[in-house]
């Protein structure tokens, strides 16, 4: 029995000391997955895929890149938020899942407030109304003026409930005294293709993914939804020199994780987030796209989530937007 007192201690030090040495092992020890809400392809797919090719670079373990789309990023981000909160799920995914969603579903399997901590802002960019040629539109003005006078009669694409492209145009349409029925799209491309089609007659949108469009006359651009002109576009007026600034609105992605993430990983990701995207080439990759990259602190992050949630949170309230 003596001799049995060694091994039993060595067992008991092993039971004791292993979850420990496990905790000790530095971040990240093993493959990160990255959520991304939305289809491949889209503008979140190609910043998260971006984000994670350089944090692999820097950080020494693979990132892989994970769709999961639907429910305006409920889906994605559900299977996120319900994840062992040890850093190894990420999640990539825009306005909509961290600030939005909860004002406009009526039940979210999820409460983004409380199981997601925010990790970075990303990116930020402005949008760009555009209309279909064969409206005859060609101005701002001419374009509420044709609303006014055909109630219901327009329809407006967006790339999903709760998403930029949805709540601008609902913004616009309380306070401008519009009725324009919306057409919902499970993302990006199918809303361009009806546009271009003529299925639907007008939508705000990313400015890279509809300006070659507008040069090709495909599309006429009435407005651009920030505080200044774009660089991208410089002859299409703001929204603001147009009388409109409180339409000022910013389609944003952010990064994510499930609550309870430590601490330590969370700032670590968000440093490594920052020297990844504030690299020339981050840049000139996200510019192409129409993004300015943030790349935020956890905290600014979290101030910026809030403001916006107030923002939309109101709109919603008073235009009765929902997912319906």
Same mark, same amino acid.
């Given at each position: 029995?003596?001799?049995?007192?060694? %091994?039993?201690?060595?067992?008991?030090?092993?039971?004791?000391?292993?979850?420990?040495?496990?905790?000790?092992?530095?971040?990240?020890?093993?493959?990160? !997955?990255?959520?991304?809400?939305?289809?491949?392809?889209?503008?979140? $797919? &190609?910043?998260?895929?971006?984000?994670?090719? !350089?944090?692999?670079?820097?950080?020494?373990?693979?990132?892989?890149?994970?769709?999961?789309?639907?429910?305006?990023?409920?889906?994605?981000?559900?299977?996120?938020?319900?994840?062992?909160?040890?850093?190894?799920?990420?999640?990539?995914?825009?306005?909509?899942?961290?600030? &939005?969603?909860?004002?406009?579903?009526?039940?979210?399997?999820? $409460?983004?407030?409380?199981? +997601?901590?925010? *990790?970075?802002?990303?990116?930020?960019?402005?949008?760009?109304?555009?209309?279909?040629?064969?409206?005859? &539109?060609?101005?701002?003005?001419?374009?509420?003026?044709?609303?006014?006078?055909?109630?219901?009669?327009?329809?407006?694409?967006?790339?999903?409930?709760?998403?930029?492209?949805?709540?601008?145009?609902? +913004?616009?349409?309380?306070?401008?005294?519009?009725? *324009?029925?919306?057409?919902?799209?499970?993302?990006?491309?199918?809303?361009?293709? $009806?546009?271009?089609?003529?299925? *639907?007659?007008?939508?705000?949108?990313?400015?890279?993914?509809?300006?070659?469009?507008?040069?090709?006359?495909?599309?006429?651009?009435?407005?651009?939804?920030?505080?200044?002109?774009?660089?991208?576009?410089?002859?299409?007026?703001?929204?603001?020199?147009?009388?409109?600034?409180?339409?000022?609105?910013?389609?944003?992605?952010? %990064?994510?994780?499930?609550?309870?993430?430590?601490?330590? &990983?969370?700032?670590?990701?968000?440093?490594?987030?920052?020297?990844? %995207?504030?690299?020339?080439?981050?840049?000139?990759?996200?510019?192409?796209?129409?993004?300015?990259?943030?790349?935020?602190?956890?905290?600014?992050?979290?101030?910026?989530?809030?403001?916006?949630?107030?923002?939309?949170?109101?709109?919603? !309230?008073?235009?009765?937007?929902?997912?319906?």
């Amino acid at each position: 029995m003596r001799s049995c007192k060694p %091994l039993l201690l060595a067992l008991l030090l092993v039971a004791l000391l292993g979850p420990l040495m496990v905790r000790a092992q530095p971040y990240p020890s093993k493959p990160v !997955r990255v959520v991304v809400t939305f289809p491949p392809g889209s503008t979140p $797919d &190609i910043v998260g895929r971006t984000l994670a090719m !350089r944090l692999q670079e820097s950080m020494g373990q693979p990132f892989v890149v994970e769709n999961r789309a639907g429910a305006g990023g409920n889906i994605g981000a559900d299977a996120v938020a319900k994840a062992s909160p040890d850093g190894y799920t990420l999640l990539v995914s825009t306005n909509g899942v961290f600030a &939005i969603n909860k004002a406009l579903y009526k039940a979210m399997p999820f $409460d983004p407030d409380k199981d +997601l901590v925010p *990790i970075s802002l990303l990116a930020t960019a402005p949008q760009m109304l555009v209309v279909n040629p064969a409206l005859g &539109i060609d101005s701002f003005k001419v374009f509420l003026e044709h609303a006014r006078r055909s109630p219901g009669r327009l329809s407006y694409g967006s790339v999903g409930a709760g998403s930029a492209s949805h709540l601008t145009m609902e +913004l616009l349409k309380s306070n401008a005294g519009l009725f *324009i029925v919306h057409i919902p799209y499970k993302g990006f491309p199918p809303a361009v293709t $009806d546009l271009l089609g003529g299925n *639907i007659h007008t939508m705000f949108a990313i400015i890279p993914g509809v300006l070659p469009h507008v040069k090709a006359g495909k599309m006429t651009a009435l407005a651009v939804t920030a505080l200044k002109r774009s660089e991208l576009a410089p002859e299409v007026p703001s929204v603001a020199e147009l009388g409109y600034p409180q339409l000022e609105s910013l389609a944003w992605i952010g %990064l994510g994780a499930p609550a309870a993430t430590p601490r330590e &990983i969370v700032a670590r990701l968000a440093a490594e987030t920052a020297k990844a %995207l504030r690299s020339s080439e981050a840049r000139e990759l996200l510019g192409r796209q129409g993004f300015e990259v943030v790349a935020s602190s956890p905290e600014a992050f979290q101030g910026w989530i809030r403001a916006e949630s107030q923002k939309w949170g109101k709109v919603i !309230r008073i235009s009765g937007a929902t997912v319906d």
